[in-house]
Protein backbone atom coordinates (compact mmCIF):
# COMPACT_ATOMS: atom_id res chain seq x y z
CA UNK A 1 0.00 0.00 0.00
CA UNK A 2 0.91 2.98 -1.07
CA UNK A 3 1.94 6.27 1.28
CA UNK A 4 -0.55 8.42 -0.20
CA UNK A 5 -3.00 5.72 0.08
CA UNK A 6 -2.31 5.21 3.97
CA UNK A 7 -2.69 8.96 4.38
CA UNK A 8 -6.06 8.84 2.50
CA UNK A 9 -7.34 5.50 4.71
CA UNK A 10 -6.17 7.64 8.14
CA UNK A 11 -7.86 11.24 6.70
CA UNK A 12 -11.53 8.84 6.00
CA UNK A 13 -11.37 7.30 9.85
CA UNK A 14 -11.14 10.42 11.04
CA UNK A 15 -14.36 11.86 8.80
CA UNK A 16 -16.24 8.73 10.02
CA UNK A 17 -17.14 8.47 13.51
CA UNK A 18 -18.34 5.82 15.92
CA UNK A 19 -20.15 6.02 19.46
CA UNK A 20 -18.26 4.58 22.34
CA UNK A 21 -20.65 1.61 23.73
CA UNK A 22 -18.78 2.83 27.50
CA UNK A 23 -18.76 6.55 27.66
CA UNK A 24 -21.72 7.21 24.87
CA UNK A 25 -19.29 9.71 23.40
CA UNK A 26 -19.17 10.61 19.13
CA UNK A 27 -15.37 9.89 18.13
CA UNK A 28 -13.04 9.60 15.08
CA UNK A 29 -12.64 6.24 14.24
CA UNK A 30 -8.86 6.01 14.83
CA UNK A 31 -10.16 6.63 18.21
CA UNK A 32 -11.22 2.90 18.74
CA UNK A 33 -9.04 0.09 18.33
CA UNK A 34 -9.24 -2.07 14.91
CA UNK A 35 -11.76 -5.51 14.96
CA UNK A 36 -11.49 -8.27 12.40
CA UNK A 37 -14.49 -10.11 14.43
CA UNK A 38 -16.91 -6.82 14.39
CA UNK A 39 -18.40 -5.89 11.35
CA UNK A 40 -17.56 -2.54 11.19
CA UNK A 41 -14.10 -3.42 11.59
CA UNK A 42 -13.26 -1.61 15.20
CA UNK A 43 -13.95 -2.14 18.66
CA UNK A 44 -17.28 -0.88 20.66
CA UNK A 45 -15.40 0.76 23.02
CA UNK A 46 -12.89 3.98 22.57
CA UNK A 47 -9.63 3.50 23.18
CA UNK A 48 -9.48 5.59 26.32
CA UNK A 49 -12.72 3.67 27.63
CA UNK A 50 -10.51 0.71 26.71
CA UNK A 51 -7.04 1.58 28.36
CA UNK A 52 -9.54 2.63 31.73
CA UNK A 53 -11.19 -0.75 31.92
CA UNK A 54 -7.83 -2.88 31.30
CA UNK A 55 -6.51 -0.28 34.47
CA UNK A 56 -9.93 -1.29 36.30
CA UNK A 57 -9.13 -5.34 35.56
CA UNK A 58 -5.53 -5.32 36.27
CA UNK A 59 -6.14 -3.55 39.65
CA UNK A 60 -9.50 -5.63 40.97
CA UNK A 61 -7.63 -8.89 39.92
CA UNK A 62 -3.84 -7.65 40.63
CA UNK A 63 -2.55 -11.41 41.94
CA UNK A 64 -4.38 -12.75 38.81
CA UNK A 65 -2.74 -10.61 36.70
CA UNK A 66 0.39 -10.70 37.91
CA UNK A 67 0.82 -14.41 37.91
CA UNK A 68 -0.27 -14.17 33.97
CA UNK A 69 2.44 -11.46 33.21
CA UNK A 70 5.08 -13.62 35.11
CA UNK A 71 4.10 -16.69 33.38
CA UNK A 72 3.75 -15.11 30.04
CA UNK A 73 7.43 -13.09 30.12
CA UNK A 74 9.10 -16.56 31.34
CA UNK A 75 7.86 -18.25 28.16
CA UNK A 76 8.61 -15.10 25.61
CA UNK A 77 11.99 -14.20 26.84
CA UNK A 78 13.23 -17.62 28.26
CA UNK A 79 10.68 -20.59 26.62
CA UNK A 80 10.46 -21.72 30.19
CA UNK A 81 7.25 -22.30 32.13
CA UNK A 82 6.88 -21.03 35.40
CA UNK A 83 6.50 -24.77 36.93
CA UNK A 84 10.35 -24.78 35.47
CA UNK A 85 11.56 -21.87 37.00
CA UNK A 86 9.90 -22.89 40.33
CA UNK A 87 11.98 -25.83 39.86
CA UNK A 88 15.24 -24.44 39.33
CA UNK A 89 14.25 -22.37 42.09
CA UNK A 90 14.15 -25.51 44.67
CA UNK A 91 16.97 -27.17 43.05
CA UNK A 92 18.93 -23.97 43.97
CA UNK A 93 17.16 -23.80 47.49
CA UNK A 94 16.16 -20.21 46.62
CA UNK A 95 19.85 -18.55 46.25
CA UNK A 96 21.57 -16.88 43.82
CA UNK A 97 23.87 -19.19 42.57
CA UNK A 98 27.22 -16.90 42.56
CA UNK A 99 27.03 -15.19 45.95
CA UNK A 100 24.34 -18.07 48.12
CA UNK A 101 22.49 -15.21 49.28
CA UNK A 102 18.73 -16.29 49.58
CA UNK A 103 15.89 -14.71 47.55
CA UNK A 104 14.18 -13.25 51.04
CA UNK A 105 17.11 -11.08 51.06
CA UNK A 106 16.58 -9.63 47.72
CA UNK A 107 14.35 -6.97 46.71
CA UNK A 108 12.91 -9.12 43.82
CA UNK A 109 12.72 -12.67 43.03
CA UNK A 110 15.54 -14.41 41.46
CA UNK A 111 16.17 -13.71 37.96
CA UNK A 112 16.75 -15.98 34.93
CA UNK A 113 20.43 -15.75 34.20
CA UNK A 114 20.95 -16.87 30.26
CA UNK A 115 23.33 -16.62 27.06
CA UNK A 116 22.43 -14.01 24.94
CA UNK A 117 24.00 -16.02 22.14
CA UNK A 118 22.51 -19.79 22.77
CA UNK A 119 19.67 -18.99 24.64
CA UNK A 120 20.68 -21.54 27.20
CA UNK A 121 19.96 -21.00 30.41
CA UNK A 122 22.46 -21.35 33.31
CA UNK A 123 20.28 -20.75 36.58
CA UNK A 124 18.71 -17.90 39.05
CA UNK A 125 20.80 -15.07 40.54
CA UNK A 126 20.12 -12.26 42.73
CA UNK A 127 20.06 -8.73 42.24
CA UNK A 128 23.40 -8.04 41.93
CA UNK A 129 24.82 -10.95 40.69
CA UNK A 130 23.18 -10.80 37.64
CA UNK A 131 23.44 -7.46 36.06
CA UNK A 132 26.98 -7.80 37.23
CA UNK A 133 27.81 -10.95 34.66
CA UNK A 134 25.82 -8.13 32.29
CA UNK A 135 27.93 -5.10 33.11
CA UNK A 136 31.28 -7.51 32.39
CA UNK A 137 29.38 -8.81 29.02
CA UNK A 138 29.71 -12.26 30.10
CA UNK A 139 33.47 -12.14 29.75
CA UNK A 140 35.69 -14.46 31.67
CA UNK A 141 38.73 -12.00 30.88
CA UNK A 142 37.38 -8.88 31.85
CA UNK A 143 36.11 -10.97 35.22
CA UNK A 144 39.76 -12.27 35.61
CA UNK A 145 40.85 -8.82 35.26
CA UNK A 146 38.50 -7.17 37.74
CA UNK A 147 39.59 -10.40 40.22
CA UNK A 148 43.48 -9.34 39.45
CA UNK A 149 42.57 -5.25 39.86
CA UNK A 150 40.71 -6.35 43.58
CA UNK A 151 43.80 -8.80 44.46
CA UNK A 152 46.15 -5.22 43.54
CA UNK A 153 44.30 -3.17 46.39
CA UNK A 154 43.35 -5.55 48.76
CA UNK A 155 44.19 -4.61 52.49
Same mark, same amino acid.
Given at each position: ? +?????????????????????????????????? +???? +? *???? =?????? &???????? !?????? #??? =???? $?? #?? $? #?? /???? !??????????? *??????????????? +????????????? $? /??????? &???? /? #???????????????????? &?
Amino acid at each position: M +SARLSQEMKMYAELERKICSRCKVSKALSQFYRS +SELK +S *GYQN =YCKDCK &NQRRRELS !EKNREH #YQA =YERA $RQ #YK $R #YY /GITV !EQYDELWQLQD *GRCLICNKHQRDCKR +SLAVDHCHETKVI $R /GLLCDNC &NPGL /G #YFKNSIELLKAAITYLEKFK &N
